[in-house]
């Protein structure tokens, strides 16, 4: 466990969907991660988006925008379907830190199809 890029754990597969959540959200509070980390971490978010709750997504895009890097292309993109997977299930706080998050790091949340997103409490059937 020693040795290697540093990160320890931090970057293990094992890590579900609400430990990257909090693995970010402990980056936003304490430092800047190394890019080594973030990327790390960011590469398991990408793996495991699906399985994030309305928390997990908000907390996940609220910590990028407070560490001050965007998440790769590809993970903002599954992290935009996946609000709009989960946006019934947001509570105020919820969707203010996603779109502040949005906000911040510069990005409109698109739909599939490219057109905007509105966060609201309907079901899309496709």
Known sequence: ???????????????????????????ARNGVPSDA???SVGDRAQEVVGDMDAQD?????DSYAKIGKSPKKALLTALGRRAQ???TDMDAQDVTATINAYAELGSKI??????PLVLRAEFDTH
Not at 110 to 115: D, I, N, Y
């Open 85 to 87: 997977q989960v946006v």
């Open 57 to 61: 997504v908000a907390r996940t895009l």
């Open 37 to 39: 980390e973030l990327t």
């Open 1 to 27: 466990a020693e040795g290697g890029e540093g990160g320890g754990a931090r970057g293990s597969p094992r890590m579900s969907a609400h430990d990257v959540a909090n693995m970010l959200q402990a980056y």
């Open 110 to 115: 698109k739909s599939p199809k490219g057109e």
